[in-house]
């Protein structure tokens, strides 16, 4: 599809942070970043565009799909089944 001019901007595997990670003040742990990564982002139309493509979709998934359209909603959003 980039090839043929319908998209541009190709990326594969972008990661996107869904919580920053941090240190527990009580406890001093700490916790890692909660990522979010789909399969592939790129431009059509102007409009920026994440894919996931999924056999089948695991809760972790939908818990990270739906925070991800929470904190990036002007990013457009496609599971591919």
């Known amino acids: ?3 043929a001019g319908a998209i541009s901007n190709l990326v594969v595997h972008p990661t996107f942070i869904l919580q ?7 406890t001093g742990e700490r916790h ?7 399969d592939f ?4 139309n102007g409009v920026t565009v994440v ?4 056999g089948k979709a695991t ?3 939908r818990l990270k799909w739906k925070m991800f359209r929470k904190i990036y909603p002007e990013i457009e959003a496609r599971i591919i089944k």
């Open 1 to 3: 599809m980039q090839d």
């Open 20 to 26: 920053d990670g941090f240190m527990d003040a009580l």
């Open 32 to 38: 890692r970043a909660i990522t979010y990564e789909g």
């Open 41 to 44: 982002q790129y431009t059509e």
């Open 51 to 54: 894919e996931d493509v999924k």
């Open 59 to 61: 809760d972790i998934f």
